[in-house]
Nanobody, 115 residues
């Protein structure tokens, strides 16, 4: 079992920044990748960014060049830096672990971008 806890969401004006954190615990030694997904109101859940156990990163086209995923292996924490936020970034952001085909989810953290 893997437990994931997200934090760092909140309300921010357009152009503002947030940093989301995902703390993992439990049987994390077999995790192959940690992902950030988001789900905007009335829309499906989409993959935003991924970081593999080897440190490779991938991004959705909509956030590439703007969001940055990183990790602190010593503290089992993955971050998602969200600069230059836009209203269309408003969503619940979820951390998800890919444990060799088994997927675990956190409860999510809400990011609201509005003036």
């Amino acid at each position: 079992q893997v437990q994931l806890v997200e934090s760092g969401g909140g309300w921010v004006q357009p152009g503002g920044s947030l940093r989301l954190s995902c703390a993992s615990s439990g049987s994390i030694f077999s995790i192959t990748a940690l992902d950030w997904f988001r789900q905007a109101p009335g829309k499906g859940r989409e993959l935003v960014a991924r970081i593999t156990s080897g440190g490779q990163t991938n991004y959705a086209g909509s956030v590439m060049g703007r969001f940055t995923i990183s990790r602190d292996s010593a503290n089992n924490t993955v971050y998602l830096q969200l600069p230059s936020l836009k209203p269309e970034d408003t969503a619940v952001y979820y951390c998800s672990a890919d444990d060799s085909g088994i997927r675990y989810w956190g409860k999510g953290t809400l990011v609201t971008v509005s003036s």
